[in-house]
């Protein structure tokens, strides 16, 4: 079974200032994705990133990254220039290839964005 | 093209009563999955279904729950005899085939937390 570990159930953050979200996630599969979900107050489920496992250039999508390191398993996720809106809860996420449907998630990072 | 419409928001139950959780995914998606988020917790996936078929209810608790999509109207997920520990947000989403999650974006509902009293 594959497991995502989000060791930070908290993070504060400036405006304007870049915070980093660690996961980890354990799996014996050589062929995966990796997400990273926002869920702000509204409950919507946003996908926010997502990275192929053999694909080794880190996905960026406008000013969130990710740091994709395959070996170590870590999988973290970068906010530049943080904004209010980003404040939300932050969800990584995992799927084998071999099981297409079926989403592993950790149990989240609340995002507080300070003014 | 309406997102993916959940209702309702919010359902409060009594112990003992049944619930009825709505589906309805976006348009041209015929593949759909339940996932409950406990308090605390990041979503756990529940039952997978296509039009008139269960794919895969491995995450389904054995008793009290059932999913249903039928080809006309929306998926249904239903809890019987609701006990407190059923207290959760229960989201939905859809992808417009199997693949969906790999190479096209799946979406999510804006999910239904139900409240057992």
């Known amino acids: 079974a594959q497991t995502v570990t989000q060791s930070q159930p908290e993070m504060s953050v400036q405006e304007a200032e870049t915070v980093t979200l660690s996961c980890t996630y354990d799996?014996?599969?050589?062929?995966?994705?990796l997400f990273w979900y926002k869920q702000p107050p509204s409950r919507q489920m946003i996908l926010v990133i997502r990275?192929?496992?053999?694909?080794?250039q880190n996905a960026t999508e406008n000013r969130f990254s990710v740091n994709f390191q395959k070996a170590a398993k870590s999988f973290s996720l970068k906010i530049s220039d943080s904004q209010l809106g980003d404040a939300a809860m932050y969800f990584c996420?995992?799927?084998?290839?071999?099981?297409?449907?079926?989403?592993?998630f950790g149990a989240g990072t609340t995002v507080t964005v300070r003014a | 093209n309406a997102g993916v419409m959940q209702n309702p928001r919010h359902l409060v139950r009594r112990r003992g009563q049944e619930a009825r959780l709505r589906c309805s995914p976006m348009?041209?998606?015929?593949?759909v999955y339940w996932y409950r988020q406990l308090p605390e917790e990041g979503l756990k996936f529940m039952v997978y279904?296509?039009?008139?078929?269960?794919?895969?209810e491995s995450g389904m608790p054995k008793e009290r729950f059932s999913a249903e999509f039928p080809k006309e109207g929306p998926s249904i997920l239903r809890i019987q005899q609701v006990v407190r520990g059923d207290s959760a947000a229960y989201f939905c989403?859809?992808?417009?085939?199997?693949?969906?999650?790999?190479?096209?974006?799946?979406?999510f509902g804006q999910g239904t937390r139900l409240t057992v009293v």
């Open positions: 989403a859809s992808s417009p085939n199997r693949q969906g999650w790999g190479n096209t974006e799946a979406f």
């Open positions: 799996t014996s599969e050589s062929d995966y994705y």
């Open positions: 990275q192929e496992a053999y694909k080794q």
């Open positions: 996420a995992y799927r084998a290839r071999s099981n297409d449907y079926k989403l592993s």
């Open positions: 348009k041209g998606h015929s593949h």
């Open positions: 279904l296509q039009k008139e078929n269960i794919i895969d």
